[in-house]
Each structure stands twice: as C-alpha cells, then as structure tokens.
C-alpha cells in the first residue's frame, strides 16, 4: 500500500506527501554549530536509534512507497552502527547520509566504502570557501577538516553533494563555495543553499511550524516528526512509530483535510 493520493475520478493525482524518510540515527556530535536545528554537541545524549529500528523503517518504508531515506543527526558517523544502517538501506533503497565530513577519513571512511553502493549519496554541510565564513558559526579548526573529508569522499567515489546554511557570516560570500564545488567536479545540483531556521539552537533565521513547512515524514526514538528541521516538541505527530503507516496517515489526513478547506474557500 503506498500513499499516492488519487481524485475522486479514480485517477491518480501527484502525491501531496513528498515520500522522503528522514532518520535522525543519533544526536551527539563532534561539533557543536551555533544554529544547530538538533542542539547536537559532544556532550548531548547520543540517543541512538538502534539498527534493528533502522531496519524495520527502512523495510516499511520501502512498502509504504517511500522514495528515499535520509539519515541525519548529530553526526551519524560517530555511530559503530552506521555502516551496516547504510548497507541496508541502500540495497533497498536511494540513501543520503548527511554529515559534517570530518571523520570521513582512515577506519570510518573504509567501512563507509564498504558499506556503500551507488544508490549512496554523501551531502556535506559546507558553509563556506574559507574557513572564516563556514567557522562562524561551526567553530575554529572545522573547515579544513571538512574540506579533507569532501576530498577523502570524493577520491573513493563518492556522490557528494553540499548543504549550505544561509548566515550573515556567509551571504555576501556565497559564489566562493561555488568556486569550491566546481573545482571539486561537484555540479550545481549537487550544491544547494537553505536559509537560517530559528530552531534548535539557533537564535535567528527565519520561524518555521508545520504550518509553514511542507511534512516531510521525520523519525527519531522519540516518535515521529512533521519535518527534519525540528524534533521539539509541537513538531511531534506521534511517540509511536510502528507501524509506519499510522502516523503517515496522520500526515496524510491533515494533507486532505487542509486541501479540503482550501477546496471550500
Ligand atoms: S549542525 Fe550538524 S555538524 Fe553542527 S552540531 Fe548540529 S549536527 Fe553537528
């Protein structure tokens, strides 16, 4: 059962739901950014959600017609588990891995070589072409260790795509991560840019609820999430998360009954 939404004609509409599953594996990191939408650091709970867990989502989601899979944290390669996560869902599925590219390097990057296979994607946050711009607001010493990992990545193969974060740091230098990334061989649409989100630990960038946000279905242990900029609290559509297509079909009746009124309107 997939959850394509069809008219009352019977034929089929596009989907309302754009069908990507974000993971967040954990949420410790090595870094701890200051816009941070997860409040991730070295010293927050990892909260891991184990590979079992990791396991059954992907499978349900492969039934309930999911697209893709993306993992996010925290920095998911901190996890001993991320290896066999990402093998498995990407025999199953198209997978992005999100990361800050610092530990793609020696052991973890070897495993993640192993674990790979071309439906594999690596999107690296990169918010700058020097370190000034992307270490405002990461921390000193972080952008050289990105720029190893997004060369370390590439050298073994990798399709690395580039999030940037849109700050007042970087805005008026935004062309230089361009420069970067074409001389990377990275394409343009392997590069995107987002605005700042005043979550997490953010303290500015733009306010963002679900009613502002297109749901994109987000699972930690904690339950199941409108959209991967928030796991806080109003942003919860349920604490259960088995079956997967419960709290999909909360989304979806939400979806419905918002086109609905607009339909009255
Ligand atoms: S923004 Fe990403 S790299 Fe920075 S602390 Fe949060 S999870 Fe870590």
């Known amino acids: 059962m997939g959850f394509r939404v069809s008219g009352d004609d019977g034929i089929r509409s596009e989907p309302v739901l754009p069908l990507k599953l974000w993971i967040y594996t954990n949420f410790d990191c090595n870094l701890s950014c200051r816009y941070c939408l997860a409040r991730s650091s070295p010293h927050t709970p990892r909260l891991e959600m184990g590979l079992d867990m990791v ?17 996010t944290g925290g920095e998911p390669l901190l996890l001993d588990s991320i290896y066999a996560m990402l093998s498995y869902a990407c025999a199953k599925l198209p997978t992005t891995l999100l990361t800050n590219a610092m530990l793609a390097r020696g ?35 972080s952008w050289g260790k990105t720029v190893e990992g997004i060369h370390n990545l590439l050298e073994s193969g990798f399709r690395v795509r580039l999030s940037t974060t ?63 900029l ?11 998360i088995f079956p997967l297509s419960a709290p999909v079909g909360l989304v979806m009746e939400k979806l419905q009954s918002a086109q609905a009124l607009q339909t009255v309107k």
């Open 107 to 141: 052991k973890r990057l070897e495993m993640l070589r192993d674990a790979a296979n071309p439906n594999l994607t690596v999107q690296v946050s990169l918010d700058g072409g020097r370190a000034e711009t992307h270490e405002a607001y990461r921390g000193i010493g």
């Open 166 to 228: 849109e700050t007042p740091a970087n805005q008026s230098s935004l062309d230089e991560i361009c420069t970067f990334h074409r001389a990377l061989g990275i394409v343009e649409e392997d590069h995107f840019v987002r605005p700042l989100a005043r979550r997490g630990a953010a303290q500015e960038g733009m306010v963002v609820s679900r009613e502002t946000l297109a749901p994109e279905i987000t699972v930690s242990v904690k339950g199941v999430y409108w959209h991967p």
């Open 230 to 240: 928030s796991t806080d609290e109003d942003m919860r559509i349920s604490e259960q």
């Open 55 to 71: 396991k059954q989502l992907v499978d349900e989601a492969a039934v309930l017609g999911f697209d893709c899979v993306y993992f």
